[in-house]
């Protein structure tokens, strides 16, 4: 019997990225009067966002993180063309973009708040179970959505410092929730993070691939959380 569900958050419950991300650099370099040089965008954003070094994250303090950030970005802008007020626009670009600044732009799915209530109506307990570099309760209390949780783990946490698919961030928030691995189901968008370390500590994994770029990766797939309760039951 399922007795509680862990969710991861990113691209699962709430998004915002490179589109956000390409519109807020545009709008900030033609602020400075500098030019990006388009031509080299595609191999320098995949370099920033895919290539990104994750290994020592969860250890990183906030500061450490903000740092690390900004020295890529500032890399990330010298790829693009741009020499002059590197720094000032790095700054400005980690405002639009960075978790610790996300209040601004993040945006639930439409599928969220209505599966959450569902869910919590049937007395399942709910968590959060995320690779995120800065506290995410005030995100979420924005958000409108930290009343549904029972508990909120985030990779930062200096009580955690462990990330999907260590299989101390899973540990932890079991104890924290007080359920079992064999009664606890996780979701999320990630098959390395999410599914690998959920089946790692005996969690139940559910893939969610909303753009349906995921197809027969694994056995148990939704594209909509509102798939969700049908596979509790």
């Not at 031509?39 to 303090?61: E, L, R």
């Not at 960075?98 to 399942?124: M, S």
């Not at 999410?194 to 797939?221: H, M, Y």
Request: charged share 25%; proline share 4%; with cysteine.
């Amino acid at each position: 019997m399922v007795k509680a569900v862990f969710f991861d958050f990113y691209k699962t419950l709430s998004f915002w990225g490179e589109d956000t991300f390409k519109a807020s650099l545009k709008r900030i370099v033609e602020n400075y009067g500098e030019e990006v040089n388009w031509d080299h965008y595609g191999i320098a954003i995949k370099d920033f966002f895919v290539d990104t070094p994750v290994s020592n994250t969860a250890m990183d303090s906030l500061l450490d993180s903000v740092m690390a950030t900004m020295i890529r970005e500032c890399d990330f802008i010298r790829k693009l063309g741009i020499q002059d007020h590197v720094e000032q626009i790095a700054w400005e670009l980690l405002q639009s973009g960075h978790p610790l600044f996300a209040v601004t732009d993040a945006t639930l799915y439409d599928d969220v708040v209505p599966t959450l209530q569902h869910l919590g109506e049937a007395d399942i307990i709910l968590a959060i179970v995320s690779n995120w570099v800065t506290p995410l309760f005030p995100l979420l209390e924005r958000l409108g959505i930290a009343h549904y949780f029972h508990t909120i783990t985030a990779s930062h946490d200096v009580r955690v410092r462990s990330m999907k698919p260590d299989p101390h961030i899973f540990e932890y928030t079991l104890k924290k929730v007080g359920v079992t691995a064999e009664e606890t189901v996780h979701v999320g968008d990630t098959f390395d993070a999410d599914i690998v370390g959920a089946q790692g500590v005996g969690i139940r994994p559910i893939l969610l691939d909303r753009n349906g770029t995921q197809t027969s990766r694994w056995e148990e797939t939704i594209q909509n959380l509102a798939e969700l309760p049908e596979l509790l039951i």
